[in-house]
């Protein structure tokens, strides 16, 4: 009963106020109505990939607009809301992904080709420094370390895009695609037969590769695929 005589007594008051500026219960409300404005107004301009509960929590109570960010587990899902919503931010747990490292990198150079103003998070620990160089030659990223603080992974999210002012050369297509078949444990010769490509093309390809990283032999790189590879594996190993 309650209810209905404050409806009541408010409808009156609209009625008589006749646009005029009206009671506090009334502008409360239209404050609530255009909070869940904002809230559809940048729930899709972040996108968080992850399956750590921790750091999805952290997220979620962070300030705006970070906690309105949305969160999946799946990579494909996430993708699949970039392709429809266009948002400025993927963030991504590389750690904590369901998919071998290398694929979703794969699937990450694809999306930005498509979406060129896509700001991409990168989230590890303990990355080397040829190895964070590696990431960022894959596609234009940003990369976060993990083990930080989780203010100061608050603070780094909510920086402004670095991405346009990168000058680094990115891996070319097909240097990216003989470091894929690399990572799968081909050989050089087995690439070159695979691609239907000379050999000695394959190796220009491997050299291209190693000056970018500043690396003296092959054996350095392939180490560095399989660190790389194996920073999923730090999570699901413990």
Not at 46 to 52: F, P
Not at 134 to 162: E, H, M, N, Y
Not at 206 to 220: A, D, E, K, Y
Request: aromatic content about 4%.
């Amino acid at each position: 009963m309650r209810i209905i005589l404050r409806r009541e007594r408010r409808r009156r008051n609209v009625m008589a106020l006749q646009g005029r500026s009206l009671p506090l219960p009334h502008n409360t409300l239209v404050e609530h109505g255009a909070l869940r404005h904002h809230t559809a107004r940048y729930s899709d301009r972040r996108i968080l990939v992850t399956r750590d509960r921790y750091l999805a929590s952290g997220i979620r109570h962070s300030p705006i607009p970070l906690c309105l960010c949305r969160i999946y587990e799946d990579i494909n899902e996430a993708l699949a809301t970039v392709n429809q919503t266009q948002p400025l931010c993927l963030i991504v747990d590389l750690e904590d992904c369901q998919q071998p490292v290398m694929s979703l990198l794969d699937q990450l150079r694809d999306v930005q080709h498509r979406n060129p103003e896509l700001d991409i998070v990168l989230m590890a620990s303990e990355t080397d420094p040829v190895s964070y160089s590696f990431l960022q030659r894959v596609c234009r990223c940003r990369i976060v370390d993990k083990q930080i603080a989780l203010p100061g992974t608050r603070d780094v999210l909510l920086a402004p895009s670095l991405t346009p002012l990168l000058p680094q050369r990115l891996f070319k297509a097909k240097e990216w695609s003989v470091l894929l078949l690399m990572a799968k444990g081909h050989s050089l010769s087995h690439v070159a037969r695979l691609q239907i490509r000379p050999y000695h093309r394959i190796i220009y390809r491997v050299g291209c590769i190693m000056t970018l990283l500043g690396l003296g032999h092959r054996q350095q790189l392939l180490r560095v695929l399989q660190r790389v590879s194996a920073l999923r594996d730090r999570y699901h190993s413990g």
